[in-house]
């Protein structure tokens, strides 16, 4: 396993809202949760778009996250991912060096071919043609971002005539990129390809840990076949997770919303989590025996990462798969746990006080003789002191 020296932790953020609540203050909650997370010290959010099916709805993780970017003042933001089909690649190119600049450096452009097909639907694109639109929208963009010479492309869907960006993005050659990968073997051949992250969005699915195996691989072959350089540094696993001080109390917390996330993924996202099961406690039995998510404590979520670690071979950033299983309260306190109680394990801080407390510990009698000795002295120097002052008072 190659395992960073620090590995990186952060959300990514769909979103999930059930149908039904309020959408302006889930959006504002989402606003406020990255902001919690930023006082946290937590690294990076990756923002979604989606156009339909009513529970993931950002529609332009760009717009998102510039009003994120001016609530917090370091934690990295990135479009989770932006679909390349969607979109003019000059003007999504155009907009994310704006973000470059507005944030600073803080942007990430995460990119990958559309995920509903039913927003692939009402823009009339093939789904067969996604991957391949993916791609040709990806190279120009990055043609964009580095080339000081005016760029004519024209494919069946896009045309430039001597385009070139009036901006150099902010950030050399350009901002942080990474691919979306899910099973498919798209996503690591285009990151190799490209020389770009990965982003393995299902990594705790059944098919996607098993993915794990073999993704890593592939990157590196594209990589080399095209002249790149890849690095396991910039590869983020996703996964959910729900903590609290103990497994009862996880359990008792998801209660709360865990039952319309199982339906969405069953009947709109057609990916049946935990197959026909109703009970909300045997969705957690299902969920936490399979792998699929940690409902549980900050000792679980260590070992699903130790093992996530273990299947890849070594990542560098794990992500949260936000969701709002447990109610306000309890999924702010789920991040602080971790952070609290699981970061440091996986960043390399905990040895050195662990020594240090260790060594003085061990020398405790050495460094307290001393110490006692000093106090001593002090006691008698004082003594003294009064004494010599008292003879000459008389």
């Given at each position: ?32 949760l990255i902001e919690w997370l930023d006082q946290l010290g937590y690294d990076e959010a990756w923002i979604g778009e989606h156009h339909s099916a009513g529970f993931e709805i950002i529609a332009s993780p760009e717009v998102f996250i ?247 071979g070594g990542f560098g950033t794990y992500l949260f798969m936000a969701h709002e299983w447990a109610d306000r309260e309890a999924t702010l306190r789920s991040y602080e746990l971790f952070a609290r109680h699981v970061m440091a394990e ?49």
């Amino acid at each position: 396993m190659t395992a960073p020296d620090r590995m990186g932790f952060g959300i990514f953020m769909a979103p999930f809202h059930p149908v039904g609540e309020n959408p302006t203050t889930a959006l504002h909650r989402d606003l406020e949760l990255i902001e919690w997370l930023d006082q946290l010290g937590y690294d990076e959010a990756w923002i979604g778009e989606h156009h339909s099916a009513g529970f993931e709805i950002i529609a332009s993780p760009e717009v998102f996250i510039a009003a994120a970017a001016a609530r917090t003042r370091h934690i990295r933001l990135g479009t989770g991912v932006s679909s390349l089909p969607y979109h003019h690649p000059f003007m999504l190119a155009d907009r994310m060096v704006l973000l470059d600049h507005l944030t600073l450096g803080r942007a990430m452009f995460g990119v990958g071919p559309g995920a509903l097909p039913s927003d692939a639907f009402m823009l009339g694109i093939d789904p067969m043609r996604q991957r391949e639109m993916m791609d040709e929208s990806l190279d120009t963009i990055l043609a964009l971002f580095t080339s000081d010479e005016p760029i004519t492309r024209e494919t069946d869907w896009f045309t430039l005539r001597d385009a070139r960006l009036q901006l150099r993005p902010y950030s050399r050659p350009h901002m942080e990129m990474a691919v979306a990968a899910t099973v498919s073997p798209a996503g690591p051949r285009a990151a190799g390809k490209y020389g770009l992250g990965l982003l393995s969005i299902g990594a705790t699915t059944a098919t996607g840990f098993d993915a794990l195996g073999y993704a890593w691989t592939i990157t590196e072959e594209l990589a080399a076949e095209h002249g790149k350089t890849v690095s396991r540094e910039k590869w983020r696993l996703v996964g959910p997770m729900h903590l609290a001080p103990t497994m009862d109390q996880a359990r008792r917390d998801v209660a709360f919303g865990l039952a319309p996330w199982v339906d969405y993924f069953k009947r709109v996202a057609a990916l049946p989590l935990v197959g026909e099961i109703d009970d909300v406690g045997e969705m957690v039995d299902a969920l936490n025996a399979g792998g699929l998510a940690v409902i549980g404590t900050p000792r679980d979520a260590a070992a699903q990462i130790a093992r996530l670690a273990n299947q890849s071979g070594g990542f560098g950033t794990y992500l949260f798969m936000a969701h709002e299983w447990a109610d306000r309260e309890a999924t702010l306190r789920s991040y602080e746990l971790f952070a609290r109680h699981v970061m440091a394990e996986f960043q390399g801080t905990l040895p050195r006080l662990a020594a240090s407390r260790d060594w003085a510990a061990e020398n405790r009698p050495t460094f307290m003789g001393r110490s006692f000795e000093a106090i001593g002295k002090a006691i008698q120097d004082h003594a003294g002191e009064r004494a010599g002052r008292t003879r000459q008072a008389r």
